[in-house]
């Protein structure tokens, strides 16, 4: 019994192993396809439907990181309606968020004829900046809800489910249990949220304070202050970053 199904990626044919998804077969092809909830650290959600691909006989675009390979699909990446579908997700993201610091985001929207940072006014989403702890700031101006860190603090790595989703629809955010600041929750400060995070919505506090300019005995003197205050001497950092 063969362990391999085979498939075609815009006219290429291709072998990928059984339990494959789209998104591995197209990458197997050498295929770029924009992706932004999907992650190597993350289950897969289909949240974002960046990664939206044609695969023929079928109606509905499907999305690709969460799509199982069957034997003998024909696979399209590239095509006017797929091109006009990721403008028009890509478009609303950047008149709903501050895409400032989300990298990959910025080059899917250039590579896709749209330019950065043209915010509309009545949707742009206006949330306070989170600033309650020692660690790191919540800013989910920038937060595109790709649930990545809810997903790490959860059982895809850290089992700490100090984050979760509140609200609903346009108003849903990521936050904590009764909204109550991190040191009150489980959070162990891991940082793992941090470095999954594509848009910059959680940052380290002295990568922030460095990022203003701030010179580092300052920003080390601050935190080691906010450190005590919190009754964690132990975790203040030490020495310089150079």
């Given at each position: 019994m063969?362990?391999?199904?085979?498939?075609?990626?815009?006219?290429?044919?291709?072998?990928?192993?059984?339990?494959?998804?789209?998104?591995?077969?197209?990458?197997?092809?050498?295929?770029?396809?924009?992706?932004?909830?999907?992650?190597?650290?993350?289950?897969?959600?289909g949240l974002c439907r960046l990664c939206v691909v044609e695969v023929e006989g079928d109606g509905p675009l499907r999305p690709a990181c969460v799509t199982p390979v069957a034997e003998g699909m024909q696979v399209g990446t590239q095509s006017p309606r797929l091109?006009?579908?990721?403008?028009?997700?890509?478009?609303?993201?950047?008149?709903?968020?501050?895409?400032?610091?989300a990298d990959e985001l910025v080059q899917s929207m250039e590579s896709h004829g749209?330019?950065?940072?043209?915010?509309?006014?009545?949707?742009?989403?206006?949330?306070?900046?989170?600033?309650?702890?020692?660690?790191f700031i919540r800013d989910y101006a920038k937060c595109v809800l790709c649930w990545r860190c809810v997903q790490v603090c959860a059982d895809d790595a850290q089992y700490t489910f100090a984050l979760t989703l509140a609200d609903r629809g346009y108003h849903t955010r990521v936050s904590t249990s009764f909204d109550a600041p991190l040191p009150a929750t489980t959070c162990v400060f891991c940082g793992q949220c941090v470095g999954t995070c594509p848009t910059g919505a959680l940052k380290g506090k002295r990568e922030q304070l460095l990022g203003q300019g701030i010179p580092w005995q300052e920003i080390l003197e601050q935190t080691r202050v906010e450190f005590r205050k919190r009754g964690s001497p132990a975790a203040a950092p030490r020495g310089d970053p150079s």
């Open positions: 063969s362990e391999s199904l085979r498939l075609t990626i815009d006219g290429q044919e291709v072998s990928v192993p059984i339990g494959a998804t789209l998104s591995e077969a197209v990458e197997a092809a050498g295929q770029p396809v924009p992706h932004l909830c999907w992650s190597d650290h993350t289950t897969p959600m091109t006009r579908t990721r403008q028009i997700l890509l478009d609303l993201l950047n008149s709903t968020f501050d895409l400032s610091e749209i330019s950065p940072g043209r915010p509309d006014p009545e949707m742009r989403r206006e949330l306070a900046v989170r600033d309650d702890n020692p660690a």
